[in-house]
């Protein structure tokens, strides 16, 4: 369950294991936030600093050196690894932590992984972890023993404040923040989709007297757009006297402890990619969790002491039971791209890409030509595969005149990353715009 110690004990129990002598423990984070937080706390466990026998990768930092024994990566940096050398000869065992999140990259870093050991690596250890899987499944899948830890938890109260009629849904949160400092000691920490919601529950929150005991409370946000040091802030515990309200999107869902937090106020929502036809990409749509979701957000209040999670749903609602696999959902040219780049388009998959989707980027990629008619990899593919960009992002990049290439990164970066943009101009769809901003900065 949450708090069993899956991401920060099971890679330092393995730090000795015979088996794993001079080779690396691999461990998979779905998020750079939280690959950065476990490599911390594992390395204070050992009283070494981030970099020594703890570190990280992620995409643009990297903490490691030549006495690093656990590594903590983003999903994307195993499939680098795995297409640069299958056979991956410095690495002992690799963990999928979080697996029930079901990102693209980490189905298929565990299916090539699978691979791997099967054909080049049998001494090549995996494990996969999760508090909410399908563990007989994923057992079956793996052809693996299945282990449950307890853990240490307390009972979390479940609780489904009733919304008023008209009343906008911030206000409804606003209202479940008063009810939840009310009734219960410590933090809050509240779900919310994306970084738009948090700051309109932000201006909720900092426009009215909140307050606690004649005391002012402490307001923080939690989501990937912030500075490192802001997200420091709001993984310190509260100072003494003080209470906060932390309001995060799902990336405090799990791997990341917040202490001191006893209330949790899940709105019930998250952004997750879909395939959009229209345009041909994928795209982050604002759907209802799973019930796997729900119980991993109430979780986190059952850390430290006994707790209370307030759903603003009704109770009489019904969730999936667990979150749909990406693979299923977004579109995949970048996915086949990837296995045609291994050389096999047969892999051990959980779950196999739809029929329809995986037509479609193969159409897609032969149409870029990034395969051949007989749908091998091109030379142009092999080109287009190390961009770390959708395919077709990378073949405008490759195929500009030499004066325009500059031009092409930067609206290919424009395209592919977050709207640098604030305020009124974040809803401005001209690039045009943005492109000056990114001159001027």
């Known amino acids: 369950p949450p708090g069993a110690g899956k991401t920060t004990r099971v890679p330092l129990a393995l730090l000795d294991a015979p088996r794993l002598a001079g080779k690396k423990r691999l461990m998979l984070e779905p998020r750079r936030m939280a690959s950065r937080a476990a490599a911390s706390f594992m390395a204070a466990q050992l009283g070494e600093s981030v970099g020594e026998r703890v570190g990280y990768r992620i995409r643009f930092e990297s903490r490691v050196s030549a006495a690093t024994r ?44 699978l691979e791997t050991q099967a054909t080049l690596r049998a001494d090549l250890r995996l494990v996969i972890m999760s508090a909410t899987l399908d563990g007989a499944r994923i057992a079956n899948w793996f052809d693996a023993p299945r282990i449950t830890s307890a853990g240490r938890s307390f009972p979390v109260r479940i609780e489904h404040p009733p919304a008023r009629a008209n009343e906008d849904w911030a206000f409804q949160v606003r209202r479940a923040v008063e009810i939840a400092l009310a009734e219960n000691d410590g933090d809050a920490l509240v779900f919310l989709p994306g970084k738009r919601e948090i700051e309109k529950v932000r201006g909720v929150l900092d426009s009215g007297s909140l307050s606690w005991n004649g005391k002012a409370v402490t307001v923080l946000a939690l989501h990937g757009e ?216």
């Open 226 to 441: 912030l500075s490192l040091d802001e997200q420091q802030a709001a993984l310190r515990a509260a100072a003494d006297g003080e209470r906060r309200i932390v309001l995060a999107t799902n990336v405090a869902e799990s791997s990341l402890t917040l202490p001191g937090v006893r209330v949790v106020i899940d709105l019930g929502q998250a952004r997750e990619p879909r395939f959009d036809p229209g345009s041909g990409f994928s795209r982050l749509e604002t759907v209802k969790i799973s019930q796997a979701s729900a119980d991993q957000r109430a979780g986190r209040a059952g850390r430290v002491d006994p707790g209370t999670c307030y759903r603003l749903w009704p109770q009489s609602g019904r969730l999936d039971a667990a979150r749909t696999p990406e693979i299923a959902q977004v579109e995949l040219a970048p996915l086949l791209l990837e296995m045609a780049g291994w050389g096999s388009d047969q892999l051990d998959w959980l779950d196999a890409p739809p029929a329809g989707a995986w037509a479609q980027a193969s159409e897609l990629l032969v149409r870029l030509g990034a395969l051949d008619d007989d749908r091998r990899i091109s030379p142009l593919g092999h080109e287009l595969l190390k961009f770390g960009a959708h395919p077709r992002l990378a073949a405008a990049v490759l195929r500009s005149s030499p004066e325009q290439r500059s031009l092409a990164c930067d609206l290919v970066a424009l395209i592919e990353a977050r709207n640098p943009l604030r305020g009124a101009n974040a809803r401005d769809d001209d690039f045009r715009t943005r492109h000056r901003a990114l001159d001027a900065w």
């Open 70 to 113: 656990i590594e903590v990566v983003t999903e994307g940096i195993l499939t680098r690894m795995l297409q640069d050398n299958p056979e991956l000869p410095d690495i002992g065992a690799i963990l999928f932590d979080e697996f029930h999140e079901r990102h693209l990259h980490g189905d298929l870093g565990a299916a090539l992984s």
